[in-house]
């Protein structure tokens, strides 16, 4: 995807240091890439289910960073695999709707190409894996066959999606798709054990955009890697998203790693989204309780330390059935009522905020200083310099 056909969206804030957010306010629903609907899984059936993801409601739009933040196990890597139809038994999804829209199908002339997720064949489905729709998984860093060397990886995902290249033109690609992740050509010939970390996770980044997908999905990408080559790949990550334009689903259970990516944010606990906000205003000034209490547990990015608060208590058993708020016996701040009614995720204010706590429908007469602050213009982290050479790591 060159840069002079990118998206709408990209084409308004192209470059790469264009510190704006794209706010959910400004997206237009004919941006959507990816809208999933009242979305439920479970694990195993009957009553001992495990309900790992409850009623979710998520949209991607085109060129836009959508973060998944929360603790393990609050349901991040089901909801996202199983939107893909990647999950299996026993993996049920207990209802919802997904569905993508693609950008000109050049077969049949159409501007969007729907493809609804649930419905579609597993011949349509693998037809735009990789080709429009690409994932990370979270064991990515073993992801590699390693018997093969990474030509052949790369050789192997462009045969399959593009016959029409030859060997040569398929070694060239290979060598500019690396040379995307600052890494050199020499890497091809390079078995997977002869590669660090930091490397097999660019490898696995270049397979992913080899094809000019539409959407990318990345779980947990930098999460097995070294602070500093988490910096430096999220920092790519946001060049290669600024230059090519392709919309990103980016989770992580380190929320303050993803307000350095992000434009906007949806914090999930305990199977559901329980806030959702553009990601500076998230960061700055959390509404829900969890939200806080994530922020407070992670070391800040800029300015100043805070001590660092862990979240007292686990998550509940998702086989049992959640009455009232699910973070009730960890919440600080719970009331009587959350103990028996279950908090709807609603549009709190300007901005596309959206919460599932009380404490924000306008009845709560104490408003917790620490969930009332002002939403500053903070702009995100500036872009870490891009490395030009070969990066070790
Ligand atoms: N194969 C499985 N069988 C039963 N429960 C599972 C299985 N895989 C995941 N779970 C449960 O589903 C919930 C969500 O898991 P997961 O999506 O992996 O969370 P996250 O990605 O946020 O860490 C967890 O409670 C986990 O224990
Ligand atoms: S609804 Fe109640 S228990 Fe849940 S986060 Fe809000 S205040 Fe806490
Ligand atoms: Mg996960």
Same mark, same amino acid.
Request: contains cysteine; charged residues 25%; hydrophobic residues 40%.
């Given at each position: 995807?060159?840069?002079?056909s990118?998206?709408?969206?990209?084409r308004q804030?192209? +470059?790469?240091?264009?510190e704006?957010s794209?706010?959910p306010?400004?997206?237009e629903?004919s941006?959507?890439?990816?809208?999933?609907?009242?979305f439920? %899984?479970?694990?195993?059936w009957g009553?001992?289910? %495990?309900?790992?993801?409850?009623?979710?409601?998520?949209?991607?739009?085109?060129s836009?960073v @959508?973060?998944i933040a929360?603790? +393990?196990g609050s349901g991040k890597s089901?909801?996202?695999y199983?939107?893909?139809?990647?999950?299996r038994?026993?993996?049920?999804i207990?209802?919802?709707?997904?569905?993508?829209f693609l950008? &000109?199908?050049?077969n049949t002339?159409?501007?969007?190409r729907t493809?609804d997720l649930?419905?579609a064949?597993?011949r349509?489905?693998r037809?735009?894996?990789w080709s429009?729709i690409?994932i990370?998984?979270q064991?990515a860093?073993?992801?590699l066959?390693p018997?093969?060397?990474?030509? &052949?990886?790369f050789?192997e995902v462009?045969?399959?999606?593009r016959r029409?290249m030859n060997?040569h033109q398929?070694r060239a690609?290979?060598? /500019?798709l690396?040379?995307?992740?600052g890494l050199?050509?020499?890497r091809? =010939?390079?078995f997977?054990?002869e590669l660090?970390?930091g490397q097999?996770?660019?490898?696995?980044i270049?397979?992913a955009l080899a094809?000019d997908?539409?959407l990318?999905?990345?779980d947990e990408?930098?999460?097995? @890697?070294?602070?500093?080559?988490?910096?430096e790949i999220i920092?790519?990550?946001?060049d290669?998203?600024?230059?090519f334009?392709?919309a990103m689903?980016?989770i992580?259970?380190?929320l303050a790693?993803? %307000?350095?990516i992000?434009?906007e944010i949806?914090?999930m606990? =305990?199977?559901?989204?329980?806030?959702?906000?553009?990601? &500076?205003?998230?960061?700055?000034a959390?509404?829900?309780?969890?939200?806080?209490?994530l922020?407070?547990? +992670?070391?800040?990015?800029h300015?100043?330390?805070h001590?660092l608060?862990?979240?007292?208590?686990?998550p509940?058993?998702?086989a049992?059935?959640?009455?009232g708020?699910?973070f009730?016996a960890r919440?600080?701040?719970a009331?009587?009522?959350?103990a028996?009614e279950?908090?709807?995720?609603?549009?709190? /204010?300007?901005?596309?905020?959206?919460?599932?706590c009380w404490l924000h429908?306008? +009845?709560a007469?104490n408003?917790?200083?620490a969930?009332r602050?002002?939403?500053s213009?903070?702009?995100?982290?500036?872009?870490?310099p891009? &490395?030009?050479?070969e990066?070790?790591?």
């Amino acid at each position: 995807m060159s840069t002079s056909s990118a998206p709408r969206a990209l084409r308004q804030s192209a +470059s790469s240091n264009d510190e704006v957010s794209i706010a959910p306010a400004a997206l237009e629903s004919s941006d959507l890439v990816l809208e999933v609907k009242d979305f439920s %899984v479970d694990y195993g059936w009957g009553e001992r289910a %495990v309900r790992a993801v409850r009623n979710v409601d998520l949209d991607v739009h085109r060129s836009q960073v @959508l973060g998944i933040a929360g603790e +393990s196990g609050s349901g991040k890597s089901t909801l996202v695999y199983a939107v893909t139809r990647l999950l299996r038994s026993p993996a049920v999804i207990s209802g919802g709707d997904a569905r993508l829209f693609l950008d &000109a199908d050049k077969n049949t002339g159409s501007d969007v190409r729907t493809v609804d997720l649930m419905r579609a064949s597993e011949r349509e489905l693998r037809s735009i894996r990789w080709s429009q729709i690409s994932i990370v998984l979270q064991s990515a860093l073993n992801a590699l066959n390693p018997v093969l060397r990474i030509s &052949a990886e790369f050789d192997e995902v462009l045969k399959t999606h593009r016959r029409d290249m030859n060997r040569h033109q398929r070694r060239a690609r290979a060598v /500019e798709l690396l040379e995307l992740v600052g890494l050199n050509e020499d890497r091809l =010939a390079r078995f997977p054990h002869e590669l660090s970390g930091g490397q097999r996770q660019r490898i696995m980044i270049a397979l992913a955009l080899a094809l000019d997908p539409q959407l990318v999905i990345m779980d947990e990408p930098t999460t097995a @890697l070294d602070v500093v080559t988490q910096r430096e790949i999220i920092s790519e990550l946001r060049d290669l998203r600024a230059r090519f334009g392709f919309a990103m689903v980016f989770i992580t259970h380190d929320l303050a790693l993803l %307000v350095e990516i992000a434009d906007e944010i949806a914090v999930m606990y =305990a199977g559901t989204i329980v806030e959702r906000a553009p990601a &500076a205003s998230l960061h700055d000034a959390p509404r829900h309780p969890y939200t806080l209490g994530l922020l407070n547990s +992670s070391p800040p990015l800029h300015g100043k330390h805070h001590e660092l608060v862990g979240i007292p208590g686990s998550p509940p058993d998702l086989a049992q059935s959640l009455v009232g708020c699910s973070f009730r016996a960890r919440c600080p701040f719970a009331l009587e009522r959350c103990a028996s009614e279950t908090p709807p995720l609603v549009a709190i /204010e300007d901005g596309g905020r959206m919460v599932a706590c009380w404490l924000h429908d306008g +009845s709560a007469t104490n408003l917790p200083e620490a969930l009332r602050r002002e939403v500053s213009l903070s702009k995100r982290a500036a872009p870490q310099p891009r &490395a030009t050479k070969e990066v070790g790591s």
